[in-house]
């Protein structure tokens, strides 16, 4: 059974950071797609950064040079680092993961079968 449990959440305040982890269990890690969502009150769920099975990384454009995703294959673990934060990155965040490389949907969340349940980010300005 796969699961995927985030942490790091937290408030911050703008210009500031965190560090977002997934913990992902019941597979084998190696071979599936992850990536990092997020969804903001009233407002569609979109894609963040996500990394392929291949290794390939994709952005969304609103966090390119600011978020960083990274997994550690050892510790079964995604991360997504977080600098410069905005008040408009206010939002819950969800891991995913998906078996595959995913190629150009990475950061499709149709694309993905697993799910966490999310860790609140609140930046103030």
């Known amino acids: 059974q796969v699961q995927l449990v985030e942490s790091g959440g937290g408030s911050v305040q703008a210009g500031g950071s965190l560090r977002l982890s997934c913990a992902a269990s019941?597979?084998?890690?190696?071979?599936?797609?992850m990536g990092w969502f997020r969804q903001a009150p009233g407002k569609e769920r979109e894609g963040v950064a996500a990394?392929?099975?291949?290794?390939?990384?994709s952005y969304a454009d609103s966090v390119k040079g600011r978020f960083t995703i990274s997994k550690d294959n050892a510790k079964n673990t995604l991360y997504l680092q977080m600098n410069s934060l905005k008040p408009e990155d206010t939002a819950m965040y969800y891991c995913?993961?998906?078996?595959?490389?995913?190629?150009?949907?990475?950061?499709?969340?149709?694309?993905?079968?697993?799910w966490g349940q999310g860790t609140q980010v609140t930046v103030s300005s």
């Open positions: 995913a993961a998906n078996r595959g490389t995913l190629r150009t949907v990475l950061l499709r969340s149709y694309a993905y079968m697993y």
């Open positions: 019941g597979y084998t890690y190696s071979g599936y797609s």
């Open positions: 990394i392929g099975s291949d290794g390939n990384s």
